[in-house]
């Protein structure tokens, strides 16, 4: 059994850019959700995605964007990136929606806006 | 407000037991506590959770408050290896986990 993958681990951007990152759910879960952690803070939650549906969002504009495909496995997409954008972006996956069960998370994709 | 509030930071000595504290007064009756941790370098992990009886697991112990207002993470014997960022959650809604800013336990050999 796989744990979460996210990919790429480090990018660097520059404002204005676009820019998406994937993550692999674990074999069996049917949710992901997105969490951004900026330098000493805790994760915030950006939304979640469930069986290809966005299942609730956070305080986050709408230019961050995402996908579930139908193998789970999903897509966080950010739009004219912005310095404030830096940060290390999480994926979590679970089984089900209610927050009743376990996150796994993965290890995170670092990215630098310039 | 779904926060909860924990100490910014705390020490233990290597081998010695660890409690660790976390604030959720305004938590309601069927809202699960949550904690996960985050080592350097790695995305959270989860440690254990519960809703109002004590809880145990091969990772730690949970004791929660009779009024659930409060609960102490407990590992009782703590390795250089636990020194990371200790989050007590609580969620907002059906599908949202909220987290502060952790308490940083340091370890000392």
């Known amino acids: 059994e796989t744990g979460v993958t996210q990919s790429p681990t480090h990018l660097i951007k520059t404002r204005g850019q676009q820019v998406t990152l994937r993550c692999s759910s674990q074999s069996g879960h049917n949710t992901v959700s997105w969490y951004q952690q900026a330098l000493g803070q805790g994760p915030q939650f950006i939304f979640q995605y469930y069986r290809e549906e966005e299942n609730g969002r956070g305080n986050f504009p709408p230019r961050f964007s995402g996908l579930q495909f139908p193998n789970y496995s999903s897509e966080l997409n950010v739009n004219a990136l912005e310095l404030d954008d830096s940060a290390l972006y999480l994926c979590?996956?679970?089984?089900?929606?209610?927050?009743?069960?376990?996150?796994?998370f993965g290890e995170g994709s670092r990215l630098t806006v310039l | 407000d779904a926060k909860t509030t924990q100490p910014n930071s705390m020490e233990s000595n290597e081998e010695e037991p660890v409690h660790l504290p976390c604030n959720h007064s305004?938590?309601?009756?069927?809202?699960?506590i949550h904690w996960y941790r985050q080592l350097p370098s790695q995305g959270p992990e989860y440690v254990i959770h519960?809703?109002?009886s004590n809880v145990n697991n091969r990772m730690a112990s949970l004791a929660i408050a009779e009024d659930r207002k409060s609960s102490t993470l407990i590992l009782h014997r703590a390795t250089l290896r636990d020194a990371a960022v200790y989050y007590c959650i609580r969620p907002s809604g059906t599908y949202k986990y909220i987290f502060g800013t952790g308490t940083r336990l340091k370890v000392l050999a």
């Open positions: 519960g809703l109002t």
């Open positions: 305004t938590i309601s009756g069927t809202d699960y």
């Open positions: 979590a996956s679970s089984v089900g929606t209610l927050n009743t069960g376990e996150l796994f």
